[in-house]
């Protein structure tokens, strides 16, 4: 099993910042990407931003320039930093990461979800 744990959520002003943090531990054996998406109320589910083990990053139209991921390999945690942000981008925030683990051999793919943590912007 691999838990995500996720914090940096709250309330902001329109403009302002955030960051986010999502930690991944359990028995990994490799982490292929994580990333963050976002639930807003009455909307889908929807990617935000991803970055794969190798660097590459997808990064959603509507938060380019504004928000940056980045990823500490070395304690398998993924950030995103929150810039300009605006009334839009209130939604819960939920980390992911795919790979492979578990404390079996050969390892298997896991998708693990965090729990989520509210972000939200006032006008």
């Known amino acids: 099993q691999v838990q995500l744990v996720e914090s940096g959520g709250g309330l902001v002003q329109s403009g302002g910042s955030l960051t986010l943090s999502c930690s991944a531990s359990?028995?990994?054996?490799?982490?292929?990407?994580m990333g963050w998406y976002r639930q807003a109320p009455g909307k889908e589910r929807e990617s935000v931003a991803i970055r794969t083990s190798g660097g590459s990053t997808d990064i959603a139209d509507s938060v380019k320039g504004r928000f940056t991921i980045s990823r500490v390999s070395t304690d398998n945690t993924v950030y995103l930093q929150m810039n300009d942000l605006k009334p839009e981008d209130t939604a819960v925030y939920y980390c992911n990461a795919k790979g492979y683990g578990g404390s079996s051999w050969p390892p298997r793919v896991y998708d693990s979800w965090g729990q989520g943590t509210q972000v939200t912007v006032s006008s």
């Open positions: 359990g028995s990994i054996y490799s982490i292929n990407g």
